[in-house]
Structure formats: structure tokens, C-alpha cells
């Protein structure tokens, strides 16, 4: 049984940072692609970061670019999301997630049906 936890999100002004972190549970966490998305009130749910099971690629949504970063600890089965220069329309509840193993193609995990197993979320409001 995969566990995914997520912490570290708040209310934070515009220009600030967070970093959530996700904590993972369960075997072979470092043999998957991990990924944050997000949910904004009356919007479907959004890919924002992932990363390759090595932390050798990281894939991340053009809205983000050059503000998230997202990294990973395989030692402590835990994936991080550093969030710098945030904006109102960051706002949103932002959920961790397990893809693939293997193989897999940039589309795929971009796509939330990549992910099979998504943590219960973490809330992220951030004031103008």
C-alpha cells in the first residue's frame, strides 16, 4: 500500500516562497516518477512539476517555469516542491502523486492518468 503525505502549505503574499514537501510510504519509491499538481476552485486539475526517478529530469508546466523547483530525496522517500515568486493565481490545493516506472513519454506525465496513487492534497493561498 502506497501512502503519499503532503506538507508545508500556508497563506503567504505575492513574491513569497513555500516549499511543500511530499512524503512517500511504501516500496521502491525511487524506481517512480513523482509529480505535483494542482486544483483551483472551479478549475480541473493541473499538472505543475515532475521528476524522473533519479532526479535526472525534471519536467515542469510553462506557468511555473523558472519560479518552482521541483527535487527529490529518494534516501528519504520524499519529493519537494520549492515554490518562489508566487502569485494570486497560484492559489490552489496542490496534490503529490506516484507515475510511472519504466519508460514513459513527456505527454504521459503530464497527464494525471499517468499517476496512480495521489496524496489527500495541501492547501496553497497566496494574497495580493
Known amino acids: 500500500q502506497v501512502q503519499l503525505v503532503e506538507s508545508g502549505g500556508g497563506l503567504v503574499q505575492a513574491g513569497g516562497s513555500l516549499r511543500l514537501s511530499c512524503a512517500a510510504s511504501g516500496r521502491a519509491f525511487s524506481s517512480y516518477v513523482m509529480g505535483w499538481f494542482r486544483q483551483a476552485p472551479g478549475k480541473e486539475r493541473e499538472f505543475v512539476a515532475a521528476?524522473?526517478?533519479?532526479?535526472?529530469?525534471?519536467y515542469s508546466a510553462d506557468s511555473v517555469k523558472g519560479r518552482f523547483t521541483i527535487s527529490r530525496d529518494n534516501a528519504k522517500n520524499t519529493v519537494y516542491l520549492q515554490m518562489n515568486s508566487l502569485k494570486p493565481e497560484d492559489t490552489a490545493v496542490y496534490y503529490c502523486?506516484?507515475?510511472?516506472?519504466?519508460?514513459?513519454?513527456?505527454?504521459?506525465?503530464?497527464?494525471?492518468?499517468?499517476?496512480?496513487?495521489w496524496g489527500q492534497g495541501t492547501q496553497v493561498t497566496v494574497s495580493s
Open positions: 521528476i524522473s526517478w533519479s532526479g535526472g529530469n525534471t
Open positions: 502523486a506516484r507515475g510511472p516506472s519504466g519508460s514513459y513519454t513527456d505527454y504521459y506525465i503530464r497527464s494525471a492518468g499517468g499517476y496512480d496513487y
